[in-house]
């Protein structure tokens, strides 16, 4: 089992998907750094995770809708864990192409939003075809599985990873209508995205938080049913199996609270490795281990791999 640093760490003094939180774990021997690639609005690819800057940044509005000239004058995270510039794809790419082949960590490339796979695919083959770095070095993965044909389009030989867990944006809207869409900044993590997280643990804590939110009983049964499905991992079905085996993937990367020991022996059995994201709680991380996962995203790889030890 390996263990993957969840874009790339968020130590002290360390703000995540920057360039200096990449080179603190790879100085670790980390095995895998995972990082977000977004389009912004002059058709960029840069490496931040939240679709809202302010999210994520010292900055305000939207990735997709700010330019590069823009985004480069702005500071990722918090600014007080250090000023760290927001890199674009090619800044990470030279990075990992600088460390040593035997001493790089493994590229975990996560896809957001549509339009990312053919650039970001044309990206990495000038770096493979000037022999900096190795289709065998990547990883792609995302919720939007058609960035991962896309990609594939460009890099035939590249592993993917199909990632799930999350409530589909456009699927609760078609079932619930476009009128709870007002309701979902409120009720999920990530509630301005495409792909969405119940923001709590337990069904009784999240549906406190939605009939507080919403007053309408049909939208609140809807949103319910969803929120059902998620935290009881009925999202690992066997069409997701079917739909990783078909692309030919690698692994399906999926939430770790939702994940059943029955699942992981159904994707082992055909053939596919099984990663889980994010975990920092050593008792979680031990549980995991025992439970045969191949694979865990953690904001920290230091105590995660101390953790995992014992």
């Known amino acids: 089992m390996i263990l993957i640093g969840h874009r790339g760490c968020f130590y002290p003094g360390f703000n995540q998907n920057t360039i200096r939180a990449f080179d603190k774990v790879a100085s670790e021997e980390v095995p895998a750094i995972e990082f977000d690639v ?14 809202n800057l302010e999210e994520v940044s010292n900055g305000h509005g939207k990735v997709f809708t700010t330019d590069s000239h823009a985004l480069k004058r702005l500071y990722a995270g918090d600014p007080k864990r250090g000023k760290d510039r927001i890199p674009f794809l090619a800044d990470v790419l030279d990075f990992f192409a600088s460390l040593p082949p035997e001493r790089r960590p493994a590229i975990h490339l996560e896809l957001k939003g549509d339009g990312t796979g053919k650039p970001a695919g044309e990206l990495l083959a000038q770096y493979v075809a000037s022999g900096r770095l190795q289709y065998s070095d990547v990883l792609a993965s995302s919720f939007n599985w058609q960035e991962l044909r896309n990609i594939r389009k460009v890099c035939p030989t590249l592993k993917i990873a199909l990632i799930d867990g999350a409530i589909r944006r456009a699927v609760l809207i078609e079932k619930a209508g476009v009128e709870a869409e007002q309701y979902f900044e409120h009720i999920f993590a990530y509630g301005f995205e495409q792909y969405m997280i119940p923001r709590f643990i337990t069904l009784e804590e999240n549906l406190k938080l939605l009939e507080k939110k919403c007053t309408d009983p049909r939208v609140v049964a809807i949103i319910t049913k969803e929120i059902e499905a998620c935290l009881d991992g009925r999202y690992y079905t066997d069409e997701l199996l079917d739909m990783a085996c078909e692309l030919n993937a690698v692994s399906v990367n999926l939430w770790y609270r939702t994940i059943t020991p029955e699942f992981i022996d159904k994707a082992h059995k055909r053939g596919l490795a099984v990663l889980v994201f994010t975990v ?14 191949d694979g865990i995203f953690t904001d920290y790889y230091s105590e995660s791999a101390r953790a995992l030890a014992q």
């Open 280 to 293: 920092n709680i050593p008792e979680e991380l031990q549980a995991l281990a025992r439970m045969g996962v």
């Open 38 to 51: 977004q389009l912004c609005g002059d058709g960029e690819l840069v490496v931040v995770h939240n679709l």
